[in-house]
């Protein structure tokens, strides 16, 4: 884990105009490792979710640049910006955004549809434990399957990044425990690089990594020299 696949560089952001002007982001800078597992906490409010869309592409910092495999995003034409969205990074969030009418498996092959090299979709239904109810629709399986279906997903695309806003938020602890362990194994199993933001500051006993926001800004960063399993998070 040693090639360095996102650099950040003194990202800020600030939405509004004015007196009613408000910085999300102020000055973070962090690296991501190729194959890493990396978990960041803080409450609401903290910036999380604002830098992870900027790592992902889907907002621009005010100040500062992000680079991914050394190409300034900053850089890039608009084209470029949406094909490295939809093929440099999978995002996974708290709502699943499935297509209602198609099945599970259809969900999954819309997403590998616009990428070239993408996994084997029926591989990815397996692995994520839905090969069985790969012909389900979104409205006949449970809230931990939809997301499973939603981590298919974005698995399935072969991304650099696997990018997780609150993957476990809208799920009972049984479920959210599968699902975080799901994540590591796919880590493990793909060597894909995920991280993952939480509130929960439990969960960053998993990371390999684990950066603490507050205020917009990286306020704690530890190494976890022996990562905890799924299995052993308790909140």
Not at 88 to 115: C, D, H, K, P, W
Not at 171 to 197: A, F, P
Request: hydrophobic fraction near 40%; glycine fraction near 10%.
């Amino acid at each position: 884990m040693s090639e360095q696949i996102i650099r950040a560089e003194g990202i800020s952001k600030e939405y509004g105009q004015g007196e009613v002007k408000v910085r999300a982001l102020d000055d973070v800078s962090l690296q991501v490792k190729s194959g890493e597992f990396i978990v960041i906490v803080g409450p609401s409010g903290s910036g999380k979710s604002t830098l992870l869309n900027i790592l992902g592409g889907m907002d621009v910092p005010t100040d500062g640049r992000v680079i991914y495999s050394e190409r300034d995003l900053a850089a890039l034409s608009e084209s470029d910006l949406t094909e490295y969205r939809r093929s440099e990074i999978g995002f996974v969030f708290q709502l699943y955004n499935l297509m209602s009418a198609l099945t599970a498996r259809e969900n999954v092959q819309l997403a590998t549809e616009l990428v070239s090299g993408a996994l084997d979709l029926d591989e990815v239904l397996q692995k994520v434990g839905l090969h069985e109810r790969k012909e389900h629709f979104p409205s006949q399986m449970s809230g931990g399957e939809q997301q499973r279906v939603a981590i298919a997903r974005a698995l399935a695309k072969n991304p650099g990044v696997l990018l997780c806003d609150e993957p476990t938020g809208a799920l009972d602890y049984e479920t959210g425990i599968r699902i975080l362990g799901l994540l590591r194994d796919l880590n493990s199993d793909y060597g894909t690089t995920v991280v993952i933001i939480t509130h929960n500051i439990a969960v960053a006993d998993m990371g390999d990594r684990m950066l603490r926001m507050r205020s917009g800004r990286i306020v704690e960063e530890r190494e976890n020299e022996d990562p905890l399993p799924a299995e052993r998070i308790v909140w």
